[in-house]
């Protein structure tokens, strides 16, 4: 796993994404967003095909995105029109510290992701509950990094709804970790937990 | 005591058909162990030195007569013939082959029980006050609340990746018997003026390589909106814990570094947007979580005096079966019951908190008999019958002494906590196993441990803690020094409510000389002590001083070690 492909080395495209939105059905797409690490140069998004979809870094966002959006333009202007562009989030990022700029990024972008850097980091998770509660987040949430199998019923429940998973992972048995909890003991974003009623009446329902 | 509806067994279920999955795939080679290996531990299954251990949550300590004897079938059936009792209401059993734990799984989820979280970086299993709804000082029955925050944490998906393990205790009477504050999270409930519950929560307690008392955090915190704040604690904690370093990931070293009232701050934060939220109980929950703690149907009984007790014994076993009333049994809230602790400390024999299929099948049977099918698992290692009808208390005594669990020991120098250290556990630096029975050999007069008084010696075989030796009055840990296996010894630890760190006394002993020392300390309290003063009170009075000296005299510079971990 030191070979860990997650964004840092950026080189390593996942080509299917499983997507899952809230209250349908799991399925898989071809992945059209390349997550950007935004470290090379200042300015290469300018190098990035303007109709390929970019996630860039919410650091480069913060640190030259949201000023360049300000610029009518400016490359990242024309990719906010095409709806091209997105960011993802570190999994150190302390989201909260950010309220403002990421209110004011939300008609901007057309997709977020937080990443896992290695699977058993559950921050990501965190982040995915916090954009749907405090930010009222309600587009796409992509996990992307060292996505596993294991890990998707968890991503789902906190807020994620689509899923770059790690290259190696095998896309059929992905798709059946949704049906394996038919309950639920606690909230979620997706779920509530079962209340008086429905938990005396379940069985009988069923 | 609990019982699961539709809700919960098809968890439970549903949990087992994942994990043989995950188990499939491993054997199969498509999931790399370094992959698997959380996903184990989030199901109590380990990796130890000589097979599979597995690890079975035992929600708040509470068992029925039914899950003993499958706990009994599967040490019979899958490991050894035996299981050992944890101090976190857990039993383990050490033999466990891989392919075999879905089975086990299985097995136990058909009468509700489950391995789920009991390792791993996640919300461990809940533990409580063994003594709970029964205890004659308790406010309030913690175990509705338990109940409710078992299903809370279970599989909880935000939580299942945190920093480290994370361990709640829920207490609810004016004595702690729960160590509330080495947990993470310690839940003290109360009423308030109203008379509604109330919580009061203490963060960041731990023991481990740096013992760290919790604090309190926030103060009558209502019962309803447990799950917010505590979503909005352990998020705080999981975004900001330390991940770089296993050992400073602990919550403690968080609340340390931010300090208690930042930490608070910090929380209170986060829980100001989520705590109108639909996440907190409803009463309607309450309800039917709280109707199965309800009292069983005790009969109406005059109080026996202990003294006709022990006056309705044989002459000739008037002397042990006092001895037991004053060790074993304790005061009940309804006249005429008692609550009766089983000793799983026979002297030199066992490792403390084992016990092996017949012992369980048999106490099952008793439990039935005379305790409304219910058991309590204690955090020292030993096993309840918590309601018991004081004219029955003879009888009891008789049978249950053909399981050899009746030693008049509990709370004495013997009754020793001591987790499986080197003999079973990877990470030991030492063994614990053969230093506890030395000790019990050691001390093997009844009348001389009696006289004695509570003394609390707990043993770890690492500084991983397992066996509470920081909050015993003696603490005895294994360390490493050249590859050799030397035992620290640390004074003036104690649980309850005033817990405190034991203090290492200096250099370390060889493993001969530990029952020497243990007795030279002893001593040195006999000395010492006025009338009935139980040891740590003698040990606060003095300091360590006399006790050092007396460990420390006529040994050798060569016989111990400078190393101090
Ligand atoms: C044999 C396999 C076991 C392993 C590998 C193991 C591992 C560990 C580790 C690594 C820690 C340190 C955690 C930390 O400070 O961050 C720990 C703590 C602990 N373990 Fe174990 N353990 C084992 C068995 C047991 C047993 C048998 C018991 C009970 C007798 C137990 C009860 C505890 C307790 C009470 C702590 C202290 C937690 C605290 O910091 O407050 N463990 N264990
Ligand atoms: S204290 Fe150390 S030796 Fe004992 S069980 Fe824990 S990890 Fe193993």
């Not at chain 2, 609990?2 to 058909?17: A, F, P, S």
């Not at chain 2, 879905?102 to 461990?124: E, F, W, Y």
């Not at chain 2, 030492?430 to 003394?455: C, T, V």
Request: proline share 4%.
């Amino acid at each position: 796993m030191s070979e860990n492909p997650s964004i840092k080395e950026s080189s390593i495209q996942v080509n299917s994404v499983l997507l899952y939105p809230k209250g349908g059905k799991p399925s898989i797409i071809a992945n059209e967003w390349q997550v950007w690490n935004g470290i090379e140069a200042e300015a290469s998004l300018a190098q990035i095909n303007q109709d390929q979809k970019v996630l860039a870094p919410f650091q480069w966002w913060l640190s030259h995105g949201q000023a360049q959006a300000q610029d009518p333009d400016s490359e990242v202007t024309k990719r906010i029109q095409k709806k091209t562009i997105g960011v993802w989030f570190a999994a150190d990022e302390d989201i909260l510290k950010h309220h403002e700029v990421i209110e004011a990024g939300k008609p901007a972008w057309a997709l977020v992701a937080a990443d896992f850097p290695i699977f058993r980091d559950g921050r990501s998770f965190s982040t995915a509950a916090l954009l749907r509660e405090r930010f009222n987040w309600s587009g796409e949430i992509r996990a992307i990094g060292d996505v596993l199998i294991d890990q998707l019923v968890l991503g789902a429940r906190s807020g994620f709804d689509s899923f770059a998973l790690r290259a190696d992972q095998n896309l059929d048995m992905a798709l059946k970790q949704f049906d394996l909890f038919t309950v639920t003991s606690q909230n979620s974003w997706r779920d509530r937990r079962s209340q008086l009623n429905e938990r005396l009446n379940g069985h009988l329902s069923s | 005591m609990y019982k699961y509806d539709y809700i919960d067994q098809t968890l439970v279920n549903e949990r087992v058909i994942q994990f043989k999955d995950q188990v499939d795939r491993r054997i199969n080679g498509t999931l790399p162990e370094e992959e698997f290996r959380p996903l184990r531990l989030q199901n109590g299954l380990y990796h130890q030195r000589h097979a599979y251990m597995l690890r079975v949550a035992i929600p708040y300590g509470l068992l029925s007569s039914d899950q003993l004897r499958t706990l009994a079938h599967i040490a019979d059936k899958y490991d050894r013939g035996y299981g050992h009792f944890t101090t976190r209401q857990n039993i383990q059993f050490n033999w466990i082959k891989l392919e075999e734990s879905p089975a086990i799984l299985a097995d136990l989820a058909k009468v509700q029980m489950h391995a789920i979280q009991t390792s791993g970086n996640c919300i461990r299993n809940i533990t409580s006050d063994a003594f709970a709804g029964v205890a004659a000082d308790e406010y309030v029955d913690p175990r509705p609340v338990c109940e409710l925050l078992r299903q809370w944490s279970t599989l909880h998906p935000e939580f299942a990746f945190l920093p480290r393990k994370f361990k709640f205790a829920v207490c609810g009477a004016k004595e702690d018997r729960t160590i509330l504050l080495c947990h993470d999270v310690g839940i003290s409930l109360k009423k308030n003026e109203n008379g509604e519950l109330v919580a009061d929560i203490y963060a960041g307690g731990g023991m481990g390589r740096t013992p760290i008392l919790g604090s309190l955090i926030k103060e009558n915190l209502p019962w309803n909106v447990l799950p917010s704040y505590l979503t909005a604690l352990l998020r705080v904690y999981n975004r900001f814990g330390r991940r770089d370093n296993i050992y400073k990931a602990r919550i403690k070293i968080l609340v340390k570094a931010l300090g208690p009232e930042e930490f608070a701050r910090q929380v209170e934060g986060e829980w100001a947007s989520i705590k109108d939220g639909d996440d907190n109980f409803q009463q309607s929950e309450w309800d039917r979580v709280a109707k199965h703690f309800t009292k069983p149907t005790y009969k109406t009984a005059e109080q026996i005096s202990t003294e006709d007790l022990i006056q309705s014994a044989l002459e000739n076993e008037r002397t042990a079966f006092a001895r037991w009333l004053e060790r074993n049994v304790k005061a009940h809230q309804v006249p005429g019951y008692a609550s009766v602790i089983f000793s799983l400390k026979p002297h030199g024999s066992v490792a403390p908190g084992d016990a092996t299929t017949e012992q369980m099948l048999a106490i099952a049977d008793l439990a039935d008999q005379y305790s409304f099918g219910e058991l309590r698992v204690t955090h020292e290692q030993n096993l309840v019958l918590a309601d018991v009808e004081q004219a029955k208390l003879l009888e009891l005594w008789h049978k249950a002494k053909a399981q050899n669990v009746v030693l008049p020991n509990i709370g004495l120098l013997t009754d020793i906590i001591a987790c499986p250290g080197g003999d079973f556990c990877s990470l030991a630096n030492a063994k614990s196993l053969p230093i506890a029975k030395a000790i019990q050999e050691r001390f093997d007069d009844l009348d001389y441990l009696h006289d004695l008084g509570e003394i609390s010696l707990n043993i770890s075989g690492c500084i991983n803690s397992c066996g509470h030796h920081h909050v015993g009055n003696i603490g005895v840990l294994g360390v490493d020094k050249d590859g050799k296996e030397w035992y620290q010894i640390t004074l003036g630890g104690e649980q309850g409510n005033h817990a405190s760190i034991g203090k290492v006394i200096g250099p370390s002993f060889g493993a001969e000389q530990i029952p020497d020392v243990m007795a030279d300390i002893i001593d040195t309290f006999v000395k010492h002590r006025t009338a009935d003063e139980p040891f740590i009170e003698t040990y606060r009075r003095l300091g360590v001083m006399p006790f050092k000296e007396a460990a420390y005299l006529n040994r050798s510079k060569e016989s111990t070690t400078g190393a101090v971990v």
